[in-house]
């Protein structure tokens, strides 16, 4: 059996195009009623105030070079299998006067290495060195701060030298940890 569009169905069709199309145009006028909406209220906001823009081409100054990662990893090196010894050279100082072997902790030095590899200043920045274990006699509250230890640090820090040198001057912070009842 064929099928014939008879002139009935053509004019439904039609009238459903026509229909269907109204209804595009519609939903299409109300998406752009929506969007002049939203711009008008953006409009009315901070937004553009609130917002950070780029204007042109930002100048920066030179900052020079930096110290390359194999001179980094060579002044850890030599702190850690060099001058190691002087922590615990320093911490021996404060067992000593205190007639105690357990005395422990963690500390931090910092120091500038200029570009001759020479140490030009150091100094504690953070240091929690104590007995862990007080004498007899002494409650475990009254266990007494290493007084030695920074001074000494500081003194021998500024001993050190570094092969290979930075490229610029450098302040470096080694934090560490000495005792061995830690």
Same mark, same amino acid.
């Given at each position: 059996?064929?099928?014939h569009?008879?002139?009935?169905?053509?004019?439904?069709l039609?009238?459903?195009?026509?229909?269907s199309?109204?209804?595009a145009k519609?939903?299409?006028?109300k998406?752009?009623?929506?969007?002049q909406?939203?711009f008008?209220?953006?409009?009315?906001?901070?937004?553009?105030k609130d917002?950070?823009?780029?204007?042109?081409?930002?100048?920066?100054?030179?900052?020079?070079?930096?110290?390359?990662p194999?001179?980094?990893k060579?002044?850890?090196?030599a %702190?850690?299998? *060099? =001058?190691?010894?002087?922590?615990?050279r320093?911490? +021996?100082?404060?067992?000593?006067?205190?007639?105690?072997?357990?005395?422990?902790?963690?500390f931090?030095v910092?120091?500038?290495?200029?570009?001759?590899?020479?140490?030009?200043?150091?100094?504690?920045?953070?240091?929690?060195?104590?007995?862990?274990?007080?004498p007899?006699?002494?409650?475990?509250?009254?266990a007494?701060e290493?007084k030695?230890?920074?001074p000494?640090?500081?003194?021998?820090?500024?001993?050190?030298?570094?092969?290979?040198?930075p490229? %610029?001057?450098? *302040? =470096?912070t080694?934090?560490g940890k000495?005792?061995? +009842?830690?």
């Open positions: 059996m064929s099928h569009f008879s002139s009935l169905h053509l004019s439904l039609a009238a459903a195009l026509a229909l199309s109204g209804c519609r939903q299409t006028e998406q752009n009623q929506g969007e909406d939203l008008a209220q953006y409009q009315k906001s901070d937004y553009e917002m950070v823009t780029h204007d042109g081409e930002q100048e920066y100054k030179d900052e020079g070079k930096g110290v390359s194999n001179v980094l060579s002044i850890q090196d %702190v850690e299998n *060099v =001058y190691e010894r002087d922590f615990g320093c911490l +021996q100082r404060d067992m000593e006067a205190f007639e105690n072997r357990w005395i422990a902790g963690t931090s910092e120091f500038a290495i200029a570009t001759t590899g020479k140490v030009t200043k150091a100094r504690i920045t953070a240091m929690d060195i104590k007995e862990r274990k007080p007899k006699g002494k409650k475990e509250n009254q007494r290493a030695l230890f920074g000494c640090v500081e003194e021998s820090a500024a001993k050190w030298e570094f092969d290979p040198p490229e %610029v001057d450098y *302040v =470096y080694y934090s000495v005792g061995e +009842q830690f």
